[in-house]
């Protein structure tokens, strides 16, 4: 527990500073770090289920979407879009020549397409989530563009937290013991209590009305609910292939992957959010 604390104190500082304050260049120049060594960790959450897959198309195809975010902040167009079908088209035909038993073409391209899906597609709406002025104003102009990813990882800090810390004080009822026996409802509904809380001092500290707080306590519910759901699919992946964590770099949390599992579910489902209610009459101001 205290080498899990020590490190939570070491790492917030560095966030918040990336988060909040440091120049686009270096954001997005750590991001791609994380995502590259996210990509490496499930490689090797593969390689134990024995599944293989080609690990330089999942760092290229998962580096690349991250700059295609950029690119289509730059140039609107449908880089993403691209990127996506040609990383799966790429790792269908890498594996094609590559696979000499055929019984492992199956495994080899599936685990090369979900690594590009489910590390580099996800991680890389930070980018836009960060960036992205126009979209965040049409939505919810209450929460100020600069503040968006503040938002986001203070609703998932608060669930994980507060779900962490309620079910190993009061958690009874286990969830899905198949998957991971110490997620219990009691947790999962502080954690959702919790992420509504933070939701609710962050907008009245930014001073918003009344319609920006009912917007960002929605966005905060389908955050929460989502990051509970990226935890459980990060620890079934752990289950498949039999290991604890998902790697040993962050002393008392084992891997990024451990870390990021509910910010990979909950990145994408505030952008897609943000997205709707910007070209929902009913959400604009």
């Known amino acids: 527990m205290k080498l899990r604390t020590l490190t939570v104190l070491v790492l917030i500082p560095l966030a918040l500073y990336l988060i909040v304050w440091a120049p686009p260049w270096l954001f997005v120049a750590a991001l ?6 996210s990509v490496y960790e499930y490689f090797e959450l593969s390689r134990h289920a ?6 330089w198309v999942g760092f290229a195809g998962s580096g690349a979407l991250c700059l295609a975010q950029l690119a289509d902040l730059r140039w609107p167009g449908d880089f993403v879009i ?19 038993d055929l019984r492992q073409y199956l495994g080899a391209a599936c685990s090369t397409v979900f ?23 049409q939505a919810s102009p209450e929460i100020p563009p600069q503040r968006v990813l503040l938002f986001l990882f203070a609703v998932i ?22 998957i991971s026996p110490k997620k219990t409802l009691e947790g999962s509904i502080a954690g959702l209590a919790g992420s509504l809380l933070t939701a609710w001092v ?38 498949s292939a039999e290991v604890k964590d998902s790697g040993a770099l962050l002393p008392g949390h084992g891997g990024l992957l451990d870390r990021l599992d509910s910010l990979m579910f ?15 009459p009913g959400f604009r101001h």
């Open 32 to 37: 791609l770090v994380v995502v590259e060594r």
């Open 50 to 55: 024995s599944l293989g897959g080609f690990s």
């Open 82 to 100: 691209m990127l996506t079908v040609l990383s799966v088209l790429g790792a269908l035909g890498v594996a094609l020549v590559s696979v000499e």
């Open 115 to 137: 690594c590009v899906l489910y590390v580099g597609l996800t991680l890389s709406f930070l980018i836009p989530l960060r960036l992205s002025g126009s979209l965040l104003r």
């Open 157 to 178: 800090w608060a669930d994980d937290i507060l779900a962490y810390l309620i079910g190993r004080w009061l958690g009874r009822t286990v969830i899905f013991p198949r």
């Open 202 to 239: 962050l907008i009245r500290w930014w001073g918003s009305e009344t319609q920006g707080l009912k917007t960002a306590m929605l966005l905060a519910g389908l955050v929460a609910v989502a990051g509970q759901v990226g935890d459980l699919a990060e620890s079934a992946l752990k289950r």
């Open 266 to 280: 909950g990145a994408p489902v505030l952008w897609l959010a943000l997205a709707v209610m910007g070209s929902w």
